[in-house]
């Protein structure tokens, strides 16, 4: 079924009693405003209050300018304690103190009602409301352009308004930007966005099903002060994205969900510059063998060691590799020094069974701190306990004496162990591996982790880290010195995680980025059947589960729906799905578009260009031509020029999308959209259909389509492409 809008606007009964509510909604705002930047009101006891005072006003004047061309966005008629009352829903919250207009915001607990079907809710002082009314103001410019009734009881109840509306927003232009959905954000999204704060959150979700945006929507939720000790700061907050052409995409949402402020960067970047290794160059090496070689055995091993290197067991592992070295730095190592206690000369000391027994401790708890951090700890108590000194100020003279020895010592315990390295070591050094991994790794996956399928893919000149070494490297620090956001020259945890395209982190990073977040404030967003790097992530979400503390401690929901493509494309989507991935269900918003447009038999660039021209001839801009490799869209530019053509090439991370027609590689247009997207090569020698990494790649190049979607092939298509 195609729905079809509304035709006449204002023809709806209340658009002049709305109208007047807008005005005066607007008005409300407006004196607000005055109010806030008339200097004169904000006179304080002294100049240094009257200018704080100031400033705040001016920054509450500022924020709420934004919003005086569009104040809402939605109502809710309710009823609560015999009494009815009307809601108006916005994207930022307005109290009226002299009249109606007062507006509440969108991610209050009462702004939920709004995308929730639940028809009944207890409010918080225990009384019980009901919704008799959703409506859909669509306002603009300060203006009234539609009403549409969502749900109303005294209508029959649901109206499908809500579906109408979603329909036309998908039907709009696409941006060179990520969107914010405020406004029609849909009941199940809603759910998932608003999970319980505190407890870490997986959401499973088809391509299009708005993982991404609901991502950043729920950081807007966990910014509101209804989370109480669960709010986030956006300063603390992390998010991380596949590749910085996304994070840049993206983080174009930040400013109109005020999220600015918040950490978008990619799980590399992140990490390199946590462990302080910006020059270091980032390979995957697994990458360019997968995309590159067509030996498939070769192809298995480099996965199947990649898989080994990210295995939450290898945190275990780790763990021993380090408590090794350090009972082997540990020696035979003594601690003793001459004190004064009170004008008493005495000597402290602290055998080697003694400071074995504190470091064994300490290792056995793998403290969030750090060994490093908490072994100074356990010395300072142990030795505090022995002088057994009744005042705390003499205690931290104490400890001020003893600081050089005491440092000396750690120094001697944890020398030479540095991320980079031990890592390295763990992951290479025969005899290092196999005593570190007994009684955690069996032996095949040691010797998948000490073969070498990697060594005919090239290494950089300069020193590099790989993206499959890095968590290793990673928890290496993490268990010495912690792991978390720097502020200044302590760490914090961040005030929430937020992992996109969660499918391509490997179960360890979960498991660390679990310890650089407040427990329970990680939520990642994931598609397994994208997973395009699936040689670095998770199994299955049971995996991810058992890393973030076991399935008590996470939340694993689905979104059902897709929304970014028409019928055509999504069905076409589900075809190539559905050869890897048999259970799972794509459900796509019916929207009606153009037929997949199929050009095949002739050269590659006059066809690709004959489905750019078509597509501009039907009015769109942002055009993406996708390709199997970086060297096949390297080729195609300067041919498609000679077919009137100028495709922007987007090539390796440092390139940005700013809209218009683009030309790149398929591991790049991952989580981008375009309102076109032409599949170049869409045939079996590009894309082989016995092995299902390609089929996966297949699938994120042709569901990268809002509007249109045309598959071009030199001869050929692709089996699953065919005219069904
Ligand atoms: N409730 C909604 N209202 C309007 N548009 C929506 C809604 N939900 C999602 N969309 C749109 O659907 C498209 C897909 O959203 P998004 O990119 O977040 O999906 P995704 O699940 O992350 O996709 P992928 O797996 O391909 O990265 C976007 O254009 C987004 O604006």
């Not at 209050?49 to 569009?70: G, I, K, N, R, Y």
């Not at 990210?310 to 003594?334: C, F, I, K, S």
């Not at 689905?558 to 055509?568: F, M, P, V």
Request: net charge neutral.
């Amino acid at each position: 079924m195609t729905a079809t809008l509304p035709d006449a606007p204002p023809t709806h009964p209340d658009f002049p009693a709305e109208e007047q509510h807008l005005a005066g909604t607007v008005a409300a705002f407006i004196r607000q405003i005055e109010t806030w930047e008339d200097r004169e009101r904000n006179v304080g006891a002294d100049l240094e209050t009257s200018l704080t005072l100031a400033d705040t006003a001016q920054e509450h004047a500022a924020l709420l300018s934004v919003h005086v061309p569009a104040p809402y966005f939605g109502s809710l008629r309710v009823r609560i304690g015999g009494r009815e009352q009307m809601l108006y829903v916005g994207k930022h919250a307005f109290r009226d103190l002299k009249g109606p207009h007062s507006v509440v915001s969108w991610e209050s607990d009462v702004g939920s009602l709004f995308y929730s079907e639940a028809l009944s809710w207890q409010g918080k002082k225990g009384l019980k409301g009901s919704i008799r009314r959703r409506r859909q103001l669509d306002v603009g410019g300060k203006k009234l352009h539609r009403i549409t009734d969502l749900y109303d009881d005294e209508a029959g109840g649901d109206t499908g308004g809500r579906e109408q509306v979603l329909l036309q927003r998908l039907s709009e232009a696409s941006t060179a930007a990520m969107r914010d959905v405020v406004e029609t954000l849909q009941p199940e999204q809603n759910e998932a966005m608003r999970a319980p704060a505190g407890v870490s959150t997986l959401i499973q979700g088809a391509a299009g099903s708005g993982k991404t945006t609901i991502g950043f929507h729920r950081l807007a939720w966990l910014m509101h002060s209804d989370r109480g000790e669960h709010r986030a700061a956006p300063e603390s907050t992390l998010v991380l994205m596949p590749n910085r052409v996304l994070a840049a995409y993206a983080a174009r949402v930040l400013p109109g969900l005020n999220l600015e402020g918040v950490t978008v960067t990619t799980p590399e970047a992140w990490a390199t510059s946590f462990l302080g290794l910006e020059k270091m160059e980032v390979t995957d090496r697994t990458l360019h063998l997968l995309l590159t070689d067509r030996d498939n055995e070769r192809r298995k091993a480099a996965w199947r060691r990649a898989k080994a290197l990210g295995d939450l067991r290898m945190l275990r592992v780790v763990q021993n590799h380090l408590a090794g070295r350090l009972r082997h730095n540990l020696g035979t190592l003594t601690f003793q020094t001459k004190i004064q206690v009170r004008g008493e000369d005495r000597t402290l000391t602290l055998d080697n069974p003694a400071l074995h027994g504190l470091l064994d401790d300490v290792l056995g708890r793998a403290p969030l701190e750090g060994y490093r951090a908490a072994f100074r700890t356990a010395l300072e108590e142990e030795l505090l306990a022995r002088v057994n000194l009744p005042d705390p100020d003499e205690e931290t003279q104490l400890l001020r004496t003893l600081a050089a020895d005491l440092t000396r010592l750690s120094g001697r315990v944890f020398a030479g162990l540095l991320p980079v390295s031990e890592g390295r070591r763990i992951a290479s050094d025969e005899a290092s591996l196999r005593a570190a991994a007994e009684g955690v790794l069996d032996e095949r996956t040691v010797r998948v982790l000490l073969g070498d399928p990697l060594a005919a893919v090239p290494k950089p000149r300069r020193s590099f880290a790989d993206v499959t070494e890095l968590p290793l490297m990673l928890a290496v620090a993490a268990l010495l010195d912690g792991v978390g956001r720097r502020v200044g020259r302590t760490l914090e945890p961040y005030s929430h995680v937020v992992l996109d395209e969660a499918q391509d982190y490997s179960p360890l990073l979960y498991a660390l980025l679990a310890r650089a977040a407040r427990p329970g404030h990680l939520t990642a967003l994931g598609d397994l059947n994208q997973g395009l790097h699936g040689y670095k992530g998770p199994g299955s979400w049971a995996d991810v589960q058992a890393a973030l503390g076991g399935e008590g401690r996470t939340r694993l929901m689905t979104l059902g729906r897709t929304y970014r493509s028409t019928r055509q494309i999504t069905e076409l989507g589900a075809r190539v799905a559905a050869t890897y991935n048999r259970a799972g269900q794509v459900v796509g918003v019916d929207r009606d578009g153009g037929e997949v447009m199929r050009l095949t038999g002739g050269d590659l660039a006059a066809l690709t260009a004959r489905a750019v021209h078509a597509m501009q001839a039907q009015g769109h801009h942002n055009i993406a031509i996708v390709t199997r490799r970086v060297t096949d869209a390297e080729r195609l530019v300067p041919q498609l020029q000679r077919h009137d053509v100028d495709a922007h090439p987007i090539l390796n991370e440092q390139a940005r999308y700013t809209g218009g027609v683009v030309i790149l590689p398929v591991n790049l247009a991952k989580g981008l959209e375009f309102d076109g997207c032409i599949v170049a090569g869409a045939d079996a020698q590009n894309y082989d259909p016995g092995t299902p990494f390609e089929s996966r790649l297949l699938y994120v190049s042709a569901s990268r389509g809002l509007h249109l979607l045309a598959l071009v092939a030199q001869e050929q298509l692709h089996p699953l492409l065919a005219e069904a």
